[in-house]
């Protein structure tokens, strides 16, 4: 595995890739590696001949009051992890490296981010977009892949891909969870003992709203207050939203049908944690996958 930190060599190495037609698969991360990122990276490896990694914690997608500094950084760790599952390349950019100066040009996301994540955390997804920009326009991916977990940024991506014609295939991956059901995050380890034990209502809210739809509930309301009677009594956590749409369009819905996104974020004392499932539902009772 080479470790590559300028633009210029990792451009330099796509590009002999690429005259050798080399596919490429390409996992962009923010680092401090769990089994979540690694699931991604097993994909990439199974599809692709060539597969990168970027590790780069963009401070243009975080908030003034977001947590930027306190995010979890461990390069040492992430090397090793990235070798172990056969990463090619591990692009490791500096902030300077990727912005040596104000941008003259950024990309803003028109749709689907005046919900969710995009609603809480403003201009988000801009830094998500332009920092993707960046890194699609530096590796060349032909397949490029992206976790469930952040579903907006699923729906997010599929349209800067198609919006700006990229040539590469996104290939979302399903959450990989914590045993007791947390979805695996890089924040988890900010969490305190007893919140930890708290975030477990997140998955059961969720798992708790699937089965009263399985009922035959179709009414978004009715579900919406299940997760957060759930959460409110079993956690101190703070409901930043618990919401429900269609996905990947993210409008909202009057009834429930077809494909839908349930996504809740709940916010811990240093952390936010988000999750989410996305369910077929018929119009049958019951007809729930
Ligand atoms: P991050 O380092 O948090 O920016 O995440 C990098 C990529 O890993 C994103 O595409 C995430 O959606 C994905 N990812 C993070 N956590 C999980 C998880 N628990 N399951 C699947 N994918 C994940």
Redesign the pocket.
């Known amino acids: 595995m080479r470790v590559i930190t300028t633009i210029q060599d990792m451009q330099t190495e796509i590009l002999k890739l690429k005259s050798q037609s080399k596919s490429i698969g390409f ?6 590696l ?4 690694l ?2 990276l097993k994909r990439a490896r199974e599809d692709n001949e060539i597969v990168v990694l970027s590790i780069f914690v963009n401070p243009l997608q975080f908030g003034p009051t977001e947590d930027f500094s306190t995010y979890p950084r461990d390069f040492e760790r992430d090397q090793s992890l990235a070798e172990c599952e056969g990463v090619d390349y591990l692009f490791y950019p500096s902030a300077k490296e990727m912005y040596p100066h104000s941008s003259s040009v950024s990309v803003i996301v028109q749709e689907r981010t005046d919900v969710l994540c995009g609603k809480s955390r403003p201009g988000h997804f801009n830094g998500v977009a332009t920092v993707l920009t960046k890194l699609f326009n530096i590796v060349l991916p032909t397949r490029a ?6 579903a907006q ?2 729906a997010v991506v599929e349209g800067l891909i198609t919006d700006f014609n990229f040539p590469i295939e996104l290939i979302p ?5 914590e045993e007791d059901g947390l ?4 924040r988890n380890v900010n969490l305190l003992p007893d919140e930890r034990r708290q975030a477990v209502v997140l998955f059961k809210s969720l798992t708790t709203a699937k089965e009263t739809i399985e009922g035959g509930e179709r009414n978004p309301r009715a579900i919406k207050n299940v997760i957060s009677n759930l959460i409110g009594s079993e956690s101190n956590g703070e409901i930043d939203y618990v919401e429900i749409y269609s996905y990947p369009q993210l409008k909202a819905l009057d009834y429930l049908e077809g494909t839908c996104i349930l996504a809740i974020a709940v916010k811990f004392s240093k952390v936010r944690l988000i999750d989410n499932i996305i369910l077929e539902v018929s119009h049958e009772f019951g007809g729930v996958k």
Do not use: N
């Not at 996992?27 to 401090?32: A, I, N, S």
């Not at 991956?173 to 969870?177: C, E, G, L, Q």
């Open positions: 996992v962009p991360t923010m680092g401090f769990h089994e979540g990122h699931t991604l892949y992206f976790g469930k977990k952040d940024q699923v991956v399903d959450i990989v969870r979805a695996k995050s890089s």
